[in-house]
């Protein structure tokens, strides 16, 4: 089964499609055509396409935040925008970082337009979400946004170190996860709030909401890194065992204290690239050792976490059911 | 004969040096021993250093632009600190692009610790010069800089295309040398008057004055890039000629219309490397084609354009004096 997005989240793109493109239009004709391709509007040769973009999360969960708070939605635009815009400066640097070569199903910026274009064009983005959230003249939102940023870096920080060591524990992996997944998505719904003019509290309460769902988030995407169907996330099969990655599933199995783990933890140490039967090894070994289970269950924490944010904001009813539906998705998806 | 910063620039310095550190202390430990290195203050073990760090100019120009409105240079603070951070910003990320192993006769942060720690560093530089600039609380000042850094941008991209092409006008080339180095330096004039509280006709002629100054620190830097001494530059004799840079010099002998220019063009056309005794015959035909002392010249001209916002905006006399001095020192300098 197939979760599909809720239809409030859907109906928001329509909303923050024209001023995603509007703030994208200020950009210098060569930036713009490569950050139009990576945003799934352009294919590779500059034409237009009408399919492509990403699930467009952020930008839903900031206007909701501020429909939570009884504003209307375009109150929050600058923030759904900015955070969009910050959310893909990461990934265009990430792959950079990471090596990636393809993004939903096409080759990445760096790929197909070099290193540089890819740094460039991310910096760009970082700018312009600076640039068009600071013209909502609201600097708690801005400083939000910044602080977000920073911890964005931190996490994709603490991600490339731990590719370099074994020993990485359960608590600084979950730290690393908030940085690179739960910051951006407490942002976006603080932002929302706040262009929303909402009360501290509320400010909190959806910060809340929207940072435990990011992390939810983010462990269902580790999941997804091992078990995912390729054909659906896009990814190689086992994806994250074939770069070794040190995701929560993995280190939680480092964590368990069971012979699987230990038995994981040396495949993991062992130099040459790991054979498609020690792929499948790995995974079942994660499996055994109920660092799979564990992270499900974590990630549903983290959403019955994001829920009780929910109900303490006591938002419009539709609201309610739409950010409920948000959470569900999350937790259900499949890529 | 080495020309020697006027004594106002370097007395800026401990107003900037204390209020920089402050801010990079902001920054989570990782990332700020990157910096730190980059900047200067720690060797590559992560132990302090006293000498080293830039020239910091950008910064000097930020305290000396509002003074020259009659304020107190520690209002124009927030500023300096910023083009200071967003100029390490755009050295860390286009040493990646370049490629460029070595940095103020040091290993660049790249080659020590990485392209993500460069990138991620760089990235979180930018961020911070906006944050540290917003708690200004002035919105022309931080928009002023959004926008110099989109220059910034649109600079190093066209630098980067460049290299692939062989048919790059001389109008192009200006333009990107402004976008490199004009934009930072008018940003950093303009920022300090703003935050000095200028009216709008001496913000103006403030970012003339940064802009002009910049430009012709850039044409003077493409000599240097081509005829400094790798002793006091510390990079390699002909450097820009290796790596075929299409810097001011080689494009104004291309648009000359000598047969030196033509024959510039093939040998940098050529597929293969230059070899020393070509490096030293493309230098030649540079000069004999009368682009040297044209690029000298429009050196000259930028900064008595430079002089002229000067004496229009009629600073305190000791004011006028340093940025005088500063003009002189930008072209006298040999590194």
């Known amino acids: 089964m197939t979760a599909t997005l809720p239809v409030e989240i859907t109906a928001t793109r329509e909303l923050v499609q024209p001023a995603l493109r509007a703030a994208v239009d200020e950009l210098e004709p060569s930036m713009r055509r490569i950050v139009s391709y990576h945003l799934g509007w352009?294919?590779?040769h500059g034409e237009e396409v009408t399919a492509g973009g990403g699930k467009a999360l952020r930008p839903a969960l900031a206007l909701l935040a501020a429909q939570a708070v009884r504003a209307e939605p375009e109150a929050a635009l600058?923030?759904?925008?900015?955070?969009?815009?910050?959310?893909?400066?990461s990934l265009l640097h990430d792959d950079v970082m990471d090596g990636d070569t393809e993004r939903r199903h096409r080759p990445t910026v760096w790929r197909l337009f070099g290193t540089p274009a890819?740094?460039?064009?991310?910096d760009a983005l970082l700018t312009l979400a600076v640039d068009v959230l600071e013209r909502a003249a609201d600097p708690a939102a801005t400083s939000c946004l910044?602080?977000?940023v920073q911890q964005l870096?931190?996490?994709?920080?603490?991600?490339?170190?731990f590719e370099h060591r074994t020993d990485?524990?359960?608590?600084e992996c979950l730290e690393m996860a908030d940085g690179k997944t739960g910051a951006l998505m407490r942002c976006a719904a603080r932002v929302g709030g706040l262009l929303g003019k909402a009360e501290p509290e509320a400010a909190d309460l959806l910060g809340g909401f929207g940072g435990n769902l990011g992390l939810a988030f983010q462990l269902v995407d580790d999941v997804l890194g091992i078990w995912g169907s390729p054909e659906v996330t896009g990814k190689p099969v086992l994806a994250d065992l074939r770069v070794r990655k040190k995701s929560v599933p993995v280190v939680a199995a480092f964590a368990s204290g069971t012979p699987e783990g230990e038995r994981l933890r040396e495949l993991y140490r062992q130099p040459d690239p790991p054979?498609?039967?020690e792929l499948h090894r790995m995974a079942d070994l994660i499996e055994r050792s109920g660092a799979l289970s564990w992270t499900?269950?974590?990630a549903e924490r983290y959403a019955a976490e994001a829920r009780t944010c929910l109900d303490r904001l006591r938002p419009p009813a539709e609201i309610h059911t739409a950010l409920a539906d948000l959470t569900r998705f999350v937790l259900e998806r499949d890529r």
């Open 42 to 44: 352009l294919d590779e």
């Open 78 to 89: 600058p923030g759904a925008v900015a955070v969009e815009l910050v959310h893909n400066f």
């Open 118 to 122: 890819a740094i460039l064009a991310g």
């Open 146 to 148: 910044t602080e977000s």
């Open 153 to 161: 870096i931190s996490g994709q920080s603490k991600d490339v170190d």
């Open 168 to 171: 990485v524990e359960l608590g």
């Open 275 to 277: 054979t498609e039967e």
């Open 296 to 298: 499900r269950d974590a």
